[in-house]
């Protein structure tokens, strides 16, 4: 069973940086579409940024996130990082990277598999 696993959330001050891992052990993530979802408590799961199966990268950012935060594929390491500098505190929530075998999209109900979520918390 494909199970995605993220590392790398914390506790950060506000302007700080973090970069968040997802693995896919077993499987070859770059045969998978990846996204980073965040779901605040009694919130909806929304997209923050995504990335293709395809060599083509095509990427996605939510607006509240493009220029602070990238997302890339390490094929020799069989990991997708999410990238987050300059945060703030409204960042703070739990992040979810979730997987699905080719495409890409920007809705949960797309991704098939679900990591376990790492938590974010920006604060002074």
């Known amino acids: 069973q494909v199970q995605p696993v993220e590392s790398g959330g914390g506790l950060v001050q506000p302007g700080g940086s973090l970069r968040l891992s997802c693995a896919l052990p077993g499987f070859t993530l770059e045969h998978y579409a990846i996204g980073w979802f965040r779901q605040a408590p009694g919130k909806e799961r929304e997209a923050v940024s995504c990335i293709s199966s395809s060599s083509d990268g095509n990427t996605y950012y939510v607006d509240s996130v493009r220029g602070r935060f990238t997302i890339s594929r390490d094929n020799a390491k069989n990991t997708v990082y999410l990238e987050m500098i300059s945060l703030k505190p409204e960042d703070t929530d739990v992040y979810y990277c979730?997987?699905?075998?080719?495409?890409?999209?920007?809705?949960?109900?797309?991704?098939?598999?679900w990591g376990q979520g790492t938590q974010v918390t920006v604060s002074s």
């Open positions: 979730a997987a699905e075998i080719s495409g890409i999209a920007t809705t949960a109900t797309f991704y098939d598999y």
